[in-house]
């Protein structure tokens, strides 16, 4: 199955050529809805996801913004054409699970067959083989390594599931901020970019945290990232994130907060973002590292230090969860 190539772009935004990544899932996919829609009552649920993919399609070729979209299995079986697209105009397609499922919460042969099934479904949809991954909720988290392996054996020759930060959800705030290698260096692993400030890993590179803060906070730590870690900075979004129509679902509080803050400011800032930033898909931003070029060393159990923001700078330590309130 071929790969897909980088296309050539013109970029007036700057040098710095950051990763824009999409998580292509429906509003009742995400984790806030996961006990308020079961899986089983998926099929009962107005669609959205086409519509609103289409519309980031469109703001992303006005602006020469191209991108990695980790499709969910269940989309793209559902809407192949959209996978297709995404191929057509230059995008990456990665895979997004098939049942959204946290990675935490499934056995390894339930992990196996789930991916396995996505990643059928995702590459006979876009003709075009799938080479990355990312988990449902940046589940790899502490007590996950062994999902590494299981990539690898997939074929997947990369994994951007890991959030470094403080959350109840996906803490993961002790690993490394920058690419790294697991699996015996046959996988390597992107995380999604934070600032740190004064021993502290801080959100800033989309999901509630795009939504909730404002526009020139999100501006600040992407332009910090650039100029201090000196790598592109992963940002992410969902469709459903610029739908202010999407149906209200009832749930619980904090449910119901990590869903609908900041859904009505969503598409300006993106519509900023894409203008003020280059972006370009993971596969070609990391295109060194993927062909073997030279990276931190491999370390899932490792924790950036804070004096020495270096390449390399890491002492082993384990990753933990940390039952921490923040955007989803």
Not at 41 to 50: A, D, E, G, I
Not at 288 to 300: A, F, I, K, V
Request: aromatic content about 10%.
């Amino acid at each position: 199955m071929p790969q897909t190539k980088p296309h050539d772009v013109p970029v007036n935004r700057g040098v710095v050529r950051n990763v824009m990544t999409v998580d292509v899932e429906d509003y009742f996919h995400a984790e806030a809805m996961s006990r308020a829609v079961p899986r089983e009552s998926w099929n009962c649920m107005p669609l959205r996801v086409q519509q609103n993919t289409e519309r980031i399609f469109d703001l992303f070729a006005s602006r020469g913004v191209r991108g990695t979209f980790f499709f969910l299995g269940w989309v793209a079986e559902r809407f192949p054409a959209l996978v297709q697209k995404a191929v057509r105009l230059g995008h990456e397609i990665g895979c997004h699970s098939y049942w959204h499922r946290p990675v935490s919460r499934l056995t390894q042969s339930e992990f196996r067959e789930d991916t396995a099934r996505a990643k059928g479904v995702i590459e006979d949809a876009g003709g075009v083989a799938v080479r990355g991954y990312r988990a449902p909720s940046f589940s790899l988290v502490r007590g996950t390594e062994w999902a590494a392996q299981t990539l690898v054996d997939l074929g997947f020759q990369y994994d951007s599931s890991v959030h470094p930060i403080r959350h109840d959800i996906y803490g993961n705030h002790s690993a490394p901020r920058r690419p790294f290698k697991v699996a015996g260096g046959r996988l390597l692993e992107i995380p999604i970019a934070t600032a740190r400030i004064a021993g502290n890993n801080l959100p800033f590179a989309g999901g509630g945290y795009f939504r909730a803060m404002p526009y020139s906070y999100v501006r600040w730590g992407l332009r910090r990232f650039s100029r201090t870690e000196g790598s592109p900075a992963v940002f992410y979004i969902h469709p459903w994130e610029i739908d202010l129509s999407q149906p209200r679902i009832s749930t619980g509080l904090r449910s119901t907060f990590r869903q609908y803050i900041g859904l009505s400011t969503t598409w300006r800032k993106l519509e900023r973002l894409c203008k003020e930033f280059s972006f370009v898909p993971i596969s070609e931003a990391f295109h060194c590292e993927l062909d073997g070029d030279s990276l931190e060393s491999e370390r899932h159990e490792t924790e950036v230090d804070s004096q020495h923001p270096r390449r390399g700078g890491v002492r082993p330590t384990k990753p933990s969860v940390e039952a921490v309130g923040g955007g989803r």
